[in-house]
């Protein structure tokens, strides 16, 4: 996802084979995804943890970034510091048993009205490049 001069992207494991990162039915996983940003002052990992990280996205205020970790089965959110360190990690939805979120879901696609398209907005909601939304 870029962001003005700056290009996040997330790593969705440090295995290979990369099935060796979760179960398949939804069992035991390993969080050794991470956040990568590039920018003016090199790259650099800004989150380290997440569970089979898969995309990022950042809210129209350019104040948050969303994160899709699918084994965990939720989208956590960061703040964005002014030199991009990522502080301030939440929770900001969960999905049931058997729901594996792999991407975040473009506006036109995502329920109206629900948590996640409408606290991202429209403008935040825009595809990331090779995305198919």
Sequence with gaps: ???GERLWFTI???HWPISEAFS???GPYLSDGYIVLFDQGGTRIVADGLAFANEV???A???SLYAVETYARRIIRFRIDADGSLTHR???AEFGLGTFPTAWPSTRKARSGSR???AIGSSASRPMAGSTS
Excluded: H, N, V, W
Aim: glycine share 10%.
């Design 12 to 14: 969705t494991t440090r």
């Design 1 to 3: 996802m870029r962001d």
């Design 61 to 63: 205020a350019g104040t």
């Design 57 to 59: 996205r950042i809210d």
């Design 116 to 118: 996640a398209s409408s």
């Design 24 to 26: 398949p039915l939804g």
């Design 90 to 92: 939440e929770t900001f």
